[in-house]
C-alpha cells in the first residue's frame, strides 16, 4: 500500500539554520515524489518535484530509493520559509496524490 | 489561466443545511481532485474525477457527501445534511494526465458549520 510518514509534525529553527524536513515512503512501483507548501491561510503550492532535479528558494530534495526517503533541505533557513510542507507520492500508474501529515515549519529570528 | 478557481471561499452555515461548493478546473486539465484539510487529519482525498468519471471516492465519509462532474469545466461537492464536525477547508486541485504532471490546487472554501 502506498504511504507517505512525515515524522516530524513541528519543526522550529533559528534564521540562517540549517533545515531537513523529513519524508519516508512505501510504494512498490516507480514513485513520483513532490514537496508542496502552504502559506498561512493560502493554497497548497508544489514546491519542488523529484524529477525535476531543482532548487527552489534554496529547497533541495534527493530521491533516496535505498532509504525510500525524500528529505527537504535548505542549508540557511529564512524567517519567509515558515509554512506547513508537505510531502506527496504519486505513483506511475495512479492519477492521486498520497500527502503525508504535514510539517509545520517555525523559523524564528 | 487563471488557475483552480473555488466558490465560495469562505461559507458560515447552520447544522443541517445543505452546503454546495464549487469548482472550475484549469483548463485542459484531465483530473479533478477533492481534498479535506483538517487540524486533526490532515489532507484527505475526497474523491477524484478523470474525465468526468469518478475513479475513487473511497474517502468521502458518508452519504452525506456527494461530488457530480457534469463537464469537463466545472464540478460540485456536496454535503447534505451538513453537520458541525464537517467544518474544515475544502480544496479542489487538478492536472493533466496522471504521470509527470504537476496538481494545481486552488485557494480553498473554508467551510465552518455551527
Known amino acids: 500500500a502506498q504511504r507517505v510518514t512525515q515524522p516530524e509534525k513541528l519543526l522550529s529553527v533559528f534564521k540562517g539554520a540549517p533545515v531537513e524536513l523529513k519524508c519516508n515512503y512505501s510504494y512498490s512501483g516507480s514513485p513520483e515524489l513532490f514537496w508542496y507548501v502552504q502559506y498561512s491561510r493560502q493554497r497548497l503550492q508544489l514546491l519542488l518535484r523529484?524529477?525535476s532535479r531543482e532548487s527552489i528558494k534554496g529547497f533541495t530534495a534527493d530521491l533516496n530509493k535505498g532509504e525510500t526517503s525524500f528529505h527537504l533541505k535548505k542549508p540557511f533557513a529564512q524567517e519567509e520559509d515558515s509554512a506547513m510542507y508537505y510531502c506527496?507520492?504519486?505513483?506511475?500508474?495512479?492519477?492521486?496524490?498520497?500527502f503525508g501529515r504535514g510539517t509545520q515549519l517555525t523559523v524564528w529570528p | 489561466d487563471a488557475g483552480v478557481i473555488q466558490s465560495p471561499r469562505h461559507e458560515v452555515t447552520e447544522m443541517g443545511q445543505e452546503v454546495t461548493l464549487r469548482c472550475k478546473p484549469i483548463s485542459g486539465h484531465d483530473y479533478l481532485f477533492w481534498y479535506r484539510q483538517t487540524m486533526m487529519r490532515g489532507l484527505e482525498l475526497l474523491i477524484y474525477f478523470n474525465n468526468n468519471v469518478p475513479i475513487d471516492d473511497s474517502g468521502m465519509p458518508e452519504d452525506r457527501f456527494s461530488a457530480k462532474m457534469p463537464n469537463a469545466s466545472f464540478s460540485t461537492l456536496k454535503i447534505q445534511p451538513s453537520e458541525p464536525r464537517d467544518s474544515a477547508v475544502y480544496f479542489c486541485a487538478s492536472s493533466q494526465t496522471a504521470s509527470g504532471n504537476t496538481i494545481y490546487f486552488g485557494e480553498g472554501s473554508w467551510l465552518t458549520v455551527v
Open positions: 506527496a507520492l504519486r505513483g506511475s500508474t495512479l492519477g492521486r496524490l498520497y
Open positions: 523529484h524529477i
